[in-house]
C-alpha cells in the first residue's frame, strides 16, 4: 500500500455549508504541488446535511474520505479518531468552519519534513474573535507556557501538523486537545514550534464553543500536568504526602504521650482535660490515618499504572472511503 505525503483530518459537526469549499481549496493547493493526500472528515454527531455532502464528495474523489459518529463525542475524539485513521507520512489537522487556511499546507508540510519538526502549531496573531474569546484564551495560553515550558503562543489553534509518529503514539481523550503539544511532549516529541498562520472570519453558522470551554480547559490543564508528571510514578506523590502527614501525626502522637507522661512522673501537675478530650489528640488520630491512606493510595495507582490503559470505544455509524473496524477505539 502507497501511503499519501499529507493526511488532512477535519472535525466537523453542522458545517453542511462549509465542507465543499473547504474540500475544493485542499485540493486546489495539493494539485498545485503535487502532494498526494487524503482528507479525512469526521461528522462529530451533526444534525444538518454535513455527512450527506461528506458522501457526495467521497463519490467525486475518492481521496476526500469520512467518518461518522452517532452522536457528539467531542473535538478530542474526532482527533483521536482521525489519527488512527490517517496513513499519511505528515498529518494536518485543520478546522472545518473555514478559518483556518489551507493555503499554509505547504509550509507546515516543509517545517516537518525538512526542517525536522515533530509539531508545528498554528499561531493566529491576527484573530477574528469576539473579546469574549481572546481574553481567556490569552489567560489559559501564558498559563499552558508556564507550566508546561512550551513557547507557543496559540495552543488551541486547530491548524497543526504532525509527524505521523506522533500522532500514532500518544492518545487525546476527554478534552485534551487543546494540549496536543503538552501529551506530545511529555511523550517524548520535544522538536515543537509555531507558526503565523492566517484566520479567517468565519463565512457560515456560529461558533460551536462557549464560555465553559475555558473552565473545562484549565481543569484539563491541571489533569494533563498531573497525569504528565506522576502517571508513571504515582507513588512519588501520593508517597510524598502520606509520609508527610504520617510524619505530622507521629510528632503529635510523641507530644500528647510526652505530656502525660510528665502530668504522671514528673511534674506530678495533673492534666486538666483527658487526652482524647484534647484537640491535639484528634489531629493526631487524622494526621496519621489520612497518611496511611494516601501511601496506600499511591501503592494501589502504582499497581493500576503497570497495567494497560482501558480502551473506551467511539461508535462509528457509517463511513466512506475507509477500510477501517465499525468501532474506532480510544481512551
Not at 28 to 39: I, L, P
Not at 210 to 229: A, K, M, P, Q
Amino acid at each position: 500500500m502507497i501511503h499519501p505525503e499529507i493526511s488532512v483530518i477535519i472535525p466537523a459537526k453542522d458545517e453542511e455549508e462549509s465542507i465543499p469549499e473547504l474540500c475544493q481549496w485542499i485540493s486546489r493547493v495539493m494539485q498545485a504541488h503535487g502532494f498526494s493526500y487524503e482528507v479525512i472528515i469526521i461528522d462529530d454527531g451533526s444534525s444538518d446535511n454535513t455527512w450527506q455532502q461528506v458522501t457526495k464528495i467521497n463519490e467525486a474523489d475518492e481521496r476526500i474520505k469520512g467518518i461518522r459518529f452517532n452522536r457528539n463525542f467531542g473535538k478530542s475524539a474526532a482527533l483521536q479518531t482521525g489519527f488512527r485513521a490517517a496513513t499519511g507520512k505528515v498529518v494536518i489537522t485543520m478546522d472545518a468552519d473555514l478559518q483556518d487556511s489551507p493555503d499554509e499546507i505547504p509550509e507546515l508540510y516543509r517545517m516537518i519534513t525538512q526542517d525536522g519538526y515533530h509539531l508545528v502549531s498554528g499561531w493566529k496573531k491576527k484573530r477574528h474573535d469576539p473579546i469574549s474569546k481572546t481574553v481567556p484564551s490569552k489567560f489559559f495560553n501564558y498559563v499552558t507556557r508556564k507550566l508546561s515550558g512550551i513557547k507557543l503562543h496559540d495552543f488551541n489553534c486547530g491548524l497543526k501538523a504532525y509527524q505521523d509518529t506522533v500522532i500514532k503514539n500518544i492518545t487525546v481523550y476527554g478534552e485534551m486537545h487543546r494540549y496536543i503539544p503538552v501529551i506530545a511532549k511529555w511523550a517524548g516529541f520535544t522538536k515543537i514550534t509555531e507558526k503565523v498562520v492566517e484566520h479567517r472570519e468565519r463565512k457560515f453558522g456560529t461558533t460551536k464553543f462557549g464560555l465553559e470551554r475555558f473552565i473545562n480547559g484549565f481543569l484539563d490543564l491541571l489533569s494533563i500536568t498531573f497525569v504528565s508528571r506522576f502517571r508513571q510514578k504515582p507513588m512519588h506523590f501520593f508517597g510524598s504526602l502520606g509520609t508527610i502527614s504520617f510524619l505530622v501525626g507521629f510528632v503529635f502522637t510523641v507530644k500528647v504521650i510526652w505530656d502525660k507522661m510528665d502530668a504522671l512522673y514528673f511534674s506530678r501537675i495533673p492534666i486538666k482535660r483527658d487526652i482524647t478530650d484534647q484537640p491535639l489528640f484528634f489531629l493526631a488520630l487524622v494526621a496519621i490515618v489520612i497518611g496511611v491512606q494516601l501511601f496506600v493510595t499511591g501503592f494501589m495507582a502504582e499497581m493500576i499504572s503497570m497495567q494497560s490503559l482501558s480502551k473506551r470505544d467511539y461508535l462509528v455509524i457509517e463511513k466512506v472511503g475507509l477500510d477501517m473496524k465499525e468501532k474506532v477505539s480510544g481512551s
